[in-house]
């Protein structure tokens, strides 16, 4: 599967953002799908994921009550709606897609889309 992310941008803190991560091929309701990011002079952490079906969602404590995920199946889109944005959110973001279960560690996803990026101003 390939992937590809947009919506990144500048915002202030506080406001709110929404990205989209399309993917092409026809099995893209059979892969849980991540998001991460990378901010600068770090290592990539996970974000959150969602499940085949989209009924299960799981959150990085840093994120959760501000960020929702979710995805389209019908458009093989998955989405990352961030809200209440804080200066450390600042970072690459990536989507990524993997055919087994629920995983928080970078090297359990398989396919990666290219990042896009989010600053957030103070």
């Known amino acids: 599967v390939q992937l590809q992310a947009s919506g990144g941008g500048l915002v202030q803190a506080g406001g709110s953002l929404r990205l989209s991560c399309a993917a092409s091929?026809?099995?893209?309701?059979?892969?849980?799908m991540g998001w991460f990011r990378q901010a600068p002079g770090k290592e990539r952490e996970f974000v959150t994921a969602?499940?085949?079906?989209?009924?299960?969602?799981y959150y990085a404590d840093s994120v959760k009550g501000r960020f929702t995920i979710s995805r389209d199946n019908a458009k093989n889109t998955v989405y990352l709606e961030m809200n209440s944005l804080k200066p450390e959110d600042t970072a690459v973001y990536y989507c990524?897609?993997?055919?087994?279960?629920?995983?928080?560690?970078?090297?359990?996803?398989?396919?990666w889309g290219q990042g896009t990026l989010v600053t957030v101003s103070s």
């Open positions: 091929g026809r099995t893209f309701s059979s892969y849980y």
């Open positions: 969602i499940s085949w079906s989209g009924s299960s969602t």
């Open positions: 990524a897609a993997r055919s087994g279960g629920l995983a928080t560690k970078v090297g359990m996803y398989a396919y």
